[in-house]
């Protein structure tokens, strides 16, 4: 009942920034939790950030703390994420994640998943 479509992907320098967005169709984002995750060939579905139903609390993975920022906007039904300060190993295809009343750092806590977004950051 929930379809969710990333977007933003795309090339950026090392030590750019760039910004993803995630917008669900089918229901409101207002009782949803939503996390991002990205996978590369040696690790898949690592996570990445995670918002609150409320939008008053986030969470986010060690290798991305201080650099990426979630944020959501429920009136458009879009969770963004912004990073910043961005390295190669950031490459990855990014996805973003939803389920009711839920968020935090493991995949299998999410039930709406969407197709993904590619992000390369050069040297």
């Known amino acids: 009942q929930v379809q969710l479509i990333e977007s933003g992907g795309g090339l950026v320098q090392a030590g750019g920034s760039l910004s993803l967005s995630c917008a669900a169709s089918?229901?409101?984002?207002?009782?949803?939790?939503v996390g991002w995750f990205r996978r590369t060939p040696e690790k898949e579905r690592e996570f990445v950030a995670a918002v609150s139903w409320s939008g008053t609390s986030t969470m986010y993975g060690d290798s991305v703390k201080g650099r990426f920022t979630i944020s959501r906007d429920d009136a458009k039904n879009t969770v963004s994420l912004r990073m910043s300060s961005l390295k190669p190993e950031d490459t990855a295809d990014y996805f973003c994640?939803?389920?009711?009343?839920?968020?935090?750092?493991?995949?299998?806590?999410?039930?709406?998943w969407g197709q993904g977004t590619h992000v390369t950051v050069s040297s």
């Open positions: 089918g229901r409101t984002f207002a009782s949803y939790g």
């Open positions: 994640a939803a389920a009711v009343s839920y968020y935090g750092s493991a995949s299998a806590g999410y039930r709406y």
